[in-house]
């Protein structure tokens, strides 16, 4: 070996960093590349549009093809396609619109009538049925879109959304006004987009169930429906009986009963209150449920720790709780609700904060609002007379928060134009068609005793079957699954009502589950996070002022995988500033987002790469960019996706950013003076450059 290869060899090991780009940065580069197409992947993907009308097309056009649908047994043969139909049918000049069809394909050679599905909300989809895989051994099960939810046209309202996202109570004066006014800006808007919103009517969808019908040639269909899914399933009949041989309906709302009356709540609590006194565990919290519940209600705690509650969002949220009694309707159901307003009753008031935060962050955006208004308003009629009377100012134990909520104190009633056609259909109407009511006895949403007394009068060929213990729908699909699949096949098989296979369903009033455990744990992560970020920080810092940086793979795993600690952590101290401080501010706000995340992201980077071989300006330069570059790749990763995983993918941009303007420093060799430069090693043993000896010093002679 020659020395002059010796000597190169230990310039490369002494220093490793003279290569601009070295293993480490090429792998760097290669994943934020990775991650940067991901987030792009992310943003245009989610963005498609589901059914668009084909060009050329007609009215009571129907094009399928062949397609799998997943059900809770696997997936299932279909056939997916799409339905053109008439935007408003009442207008010959009006424009088409285009809806998803999928029918899940019978497994029988001989199938019976196929049964249409018709789901609930108001507001959510259509397309969604995981059970479909229970009825399909005799019948095709077919999905067709709700128009204004899942077709060309969305009734999207960006605005009634904002509008709750800055709530500081939804059920406050000042809120329910801003929504009521998000209503009419959204209707507004929409129709200068061109949508006829007088084509958004539960008329026009039956309408285009018939269309359906008829394109995929069917004589005659069975309906299965739940909620305010029900409500389509009753016009259905009234409209077109010769076209339906059976219907079932789960969670019967008759009309007017969008309007939950404070009186029928009441009685659903004095149900569970019964079944308190009766449970040793329930009745040792409380000697009287209603009259706990009630007092608790009227002195309802104003914060939890130092955490405040917004009293309305608690009160919507625990009246959708006590809509369910299972708890795979966790973490809203009714034992749980209840847990949490007992425990508030003992000075625990987590649970109450729990429903409180659950509502800000879920109510905003679990709907199509436009919608809600829209299916909402066929009851404008039953609200105007609600609203006009003193009912809904009367004494209740809970109050009426989901009529208040839903219907914004009264003020979507003047925000959103209401049909004519809707009039129509204001009254229950006489139907042959076979039909089987199905109701849970706790039922909140749509208590059975509604459907006895104002729709099975008017079923001569009705009847009715009421589950004890049982709520709304959720209950309905996930308890007791073998009677309740054998009681819906046998009623279309056969028109006979078999409930033989129901035992008698327990409701557990002391749930394994609570609504207080989760609160702790989310309060817990959010202070244990928020401290570990900032004392990460200072301990960075700390090391770098005391022992001049870190080690190669040390600063690896910093600038990488801690960065998600960092960046969870900054987040959950945004939150807590915003939860303690700044009520209006939405919890998914992109400012609050990006700064809490991308500072300590940029931070630790930062803390991570420096050392003290590294220039003064180099440092300095660097500090900036790694904060800018967090900045902006958290804004890049914010926008990329919605929801929660929004989080992620911020945290993701903000880590990509920092690093990809720290190695940017590094390759360009940024406030270094070229004399001070190491020579790049290139593996070619060379001469080295020869440089002038120095002159010697002359000593001047001294005597002695």
């Not at 009963?257 to 569970?272: G, H, S, V």
């Not at 009160?315 to 959708?320: D, Q, T």
């Not at 800018?628 to 958290?634: D, P």
Request: a neutral charge.
């Amino acid at each position: 070996m020659t020395t002059k290869t010796a000597t190169n060899r230990k310039e490369r090991t002494m220093h490793p960093s003279t290569r601009r780009f070295s293993r480490g940065r090429i792998i760097g580069l290669t994943v934020i590349a990775v991650l940067t197409l991901g987030l792009g992947y992310l943003h245009f993907a989610g963005s498609s549009t589901a059914v668009s009308v084909p060009a050329g097309a007609h009215a009571g056009q129907l094009t399928l093809k062949n397609c799998t649908y997943n059900t809770e047994k696997g997936a299932y043969a279909a056939d997916c396609g799409t339905l053109v139909v008439p935007e408003n049918r009442a207008d010959p000049h009006s424009r088409l619109i285009a809806l998803p069809v999928i029918r899940i394909r019978a497994h029988s050679a001989h199938p019976g009538a196929p049964i249409f599905r018709l789901e609930g909300g108001p507001g959510v989809t259509n397309m969604k049925f995981v059970d479909a895989s229970r009825f399909t051994a005799n019948h095709d099960v077919v999905l067709v879109g709700y128009r204004g939810v899942d077709g060309s046209v969305r009734l999207q309202c960006p605005e009634v959304e904002s509008a709750l996202e800055h709530s500081a109570d939804f059920l406050g004066q000042k809120s329910l006004d801003a929504y009521s006014n998000a209503f009419r800006s959204c209707a507004k808007r929409l129709k200068a987009n061109g949508v006829d919103l007088a084509g958004y009517t539960l008329p026009e969808r039956v309408d285009d169930l018939e269309a359906a019908r008829i394109a995929l040639g069917y004589r005659q269909i069975d309906l299965l429906s739940e909620s305010a899914g029900t409500r389509t399933a009753m016009i259905y009949s009234w409209r077109y009986p010769t076209a339906i041989h059976r219907s079932v309906m789960i969670g019967v709302n008759p009309p007017g009963n969008f309007i939950w009356y404070p009186k029928t709540t009441d009685e659903q609590i004095a149900r569970y209150a019964s079944l308190c006194a009766q449970d040793a565990t329930c009745h040792k919290r409380t000697g009287d449920l209603a009259a706990t519940l009630e007092r608790t209600v009227a002195h309802m705690p104003n914060r939890w720790l130092f955490f405040p509650i917004k009293k309305g969002n608690a009160r919507i949220a625990s009246f959708f709780g006590l809509m369910e009694t299972t708890e795979n309707a966790s973490p809203l159901s009714g034992p749980m609700t209840l847990d949490a307003w007992l425990s508030a009753a003992h000075g625990d008031s987590s649970g109450l904060w729990f429903e409180s935060l659950l509502a800000q962050i879920a109510f905003p955006e679990v709907f199509v609002w436009g919608d809600v208004a829209a299916v909402g308003m066929a009851d404008n009629q039953a609200a105007e007379r609600y609203y006009s009377s003193s009912e809904h100012d009367g004494p209740s134990i809970i109050g009426n928060p989901g009529t208040e909520f839903l219907f914004g104190g009264g003020g979507l009633l003047h925000a959103w134009p209401a049909n004519p056609t809707d009039n129509e259909y204001t009254h229950v109407q006489t139907s042959n068609v076979q039909t089987l009511l199905i109701g849970g006895s706790l039922d909140f949403a749509t208590p059975p005793q509604n459907a006895t007394k104002e729709l099975l009068p008017y079923l001569p060929n009705g009847h009715q079957v009421i589950l004890a213990g049982f709520g709304h729908t959720t209950s309905f699909w996930t308890e007791q699954t073998k009677a309740s699949t054998h009681l819906i096949n046998t009623y279309f098989d056969t028109g006979k009502v078999d409930d033989s296979l129901y035992k008698p369903q327990k409701v557990k009033l002391t749930p394994d589950s609570t609504q207080t455990g989760p609160a702790k744990a989310i309060a817990g992560a959010m202070i244990g996070f928020g401290l570990l970020t900032i004392l990460s920080l200072l301990l960075m810092w700390r090391r770098k002022h005391k022992r001049g940086g870190f080690g190669r793979k040390a600063s690896a795993i910093l600038r990488s995988v801690y960065l998600l600690v960092l960046g969870l952590g900054g987040w959950f101290i945004g939150l807590i500033i915003v939860l303690v401080a700044l009520p209006t501010v939405p919890l998914d706000s992109e400012l609050m987002a990006v700064l809490f995340i991308a500072t300590p992201i940029g931070l630790g980077t930062y803390w991570a790469w420096v050392n003290r071989d590294r220039p003064a300006r180099a440092t300095t330069i660097g500090f900036w960019v790694a904060l800018t570059g967090a900045l902006v790749g958290a804004l890049l990763g914010f926008n990329a996706t919605a929801g929660l995983i929004a989080v992620i993918t911020t945290i993701i941009g903000a880590a990509a950013g920092a690093n990809l303007g720290l190695i940017a420093i590094d390759v360009a060799r940024i406030g270094e003076r070229p004399e001070t430069v190491p020579p790049i090693a290139t593996g070619v043993d060379s001469e080295p450059t020869p440089q002038a000896e120095p002159a010697p010093i002359a000593i001047p002679a001294v005597e002695h």
